[in-house]
Every structure is written in structure tokens, then in C-alpha cells.
């Protein structure tokens, strides 16, 4: 029997380079093509000066996918916020759900501020699980 593979989530946050929206449709159309191949689902919060990311899906492809997302000079600055094993996906519908970054979330100015920096890991997964519950 094949083994199976542990599930897991990445939250990263980075900042758009040369954010617009051909830009923006180039990078959920790359992330869903891969996505649907790998079996990798999760959410996109875009904003003129934020990425949101959540990644789910087996640990391996999941770290290759960060790996080459790292890689890619559409964006900057990705740092990692949450890795964790999970039991369940919270966007299993979704190769990739987008989401224009609403007021809920911190401002341009909070986030200037620092406040991704000072964010507990159960902040960003608030941020997603909210995100989900309006998916569904
Ligand atoms: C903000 C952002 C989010 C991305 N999300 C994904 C994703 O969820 N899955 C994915 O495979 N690639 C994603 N990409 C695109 C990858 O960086 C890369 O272009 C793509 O995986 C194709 O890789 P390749 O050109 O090495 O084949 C994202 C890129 C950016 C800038």
C-alpha cells in the first residue's frame, strides 16, 4: 500500500513587485495550472502592497512549490509565518481561491508599520480560516 503522504499548510506573506492586474491573472493562472497537477489547493490575498498565501497539500510538494515560488521576481521579501501538519484542507475546493484583500485585513499603513512582523501565527490563520468560511 502506498504510503500516505502527511498534509501539510504554509502561510507566507510577501511584497508585490510590479503588481497589476495582467500580473495578477499571470500568477493565479501559473498557480492553478500547478496547483491542479500537484495536488497543492489554497488562498491568494492580493493587494497592491501585500501577498497572503496559504499552501496545502502533501509536505513534499507543498516545499517544492514554496521553493519555486521563492524563486519567482513577481514578488519579494516572502517570509514564511505558519507551517504546520494538518488533518484536513481548508481550501479542497480550490486550486487556488482569490482574494482581493479586503479593509478586514491590516491596512497599507498597519503594514507599513511593521504589523505582518508582529502578527501571531493564529493571526494569519484567522485570516484564512475567515477567508474559507466565505468560500464555502
Ligand atoms: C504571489 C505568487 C503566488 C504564486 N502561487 C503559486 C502557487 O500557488 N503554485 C504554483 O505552483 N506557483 C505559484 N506561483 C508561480 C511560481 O512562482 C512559478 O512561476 C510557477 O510555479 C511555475 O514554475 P516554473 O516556471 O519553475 O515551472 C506564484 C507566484 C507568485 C508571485
Known amino acids: 500500500m502506498a504510503s500516505i503522504s502527511q498534509l501539510i499548510q504554509i502561510i507566507y506573506s510577501s511584497r508585490p513587485f510590479g503588481y497589476d492586474d495582467a500580473i495578477l491573472n499571470g ?14 489547493t489554497g488562498a491568494l490575498v492580493c493587494r497592491q502592497d501585500v501577498y497572503l498565501q496559504l499552501l496545502e497539500g502533501p509536505e513534499a510538494v507543498v516545499q517544492a512549490t514554496c521553493d519555486r515560488i521563492k524563486r519567482d521576481d513577481r514578488h ?30 491590516w491596512s497599507a499603513q498597519d503594514i507599513s508599520d511593521g504589523a505582518l512582523d508582529q502578527a501571531s501565527s493564529e493571526a494569519f490563520k484567522t485570516v484564512f480560516e475567515t477567508i474559507a468560511a466565505k468560500a464555502r
Open 27 to 40: 500568477v493565479l493562472l501559473d498557480a492553478r495550472r500547478c496547483n491542479a497537477r500537484d495536488n497543492v
Open 76 to 105: 519579494v521579501e516572502m517570509i514564511v509565518r505558519v507551517t504546520e501538519n494538518v488533518t484536513e484542507r481548508l481550501f479542497g475546493d480550490w486550486a487556488m481561491f482569490h482574494d482581493p484583500a479586503q479593509s478586514w485585513i
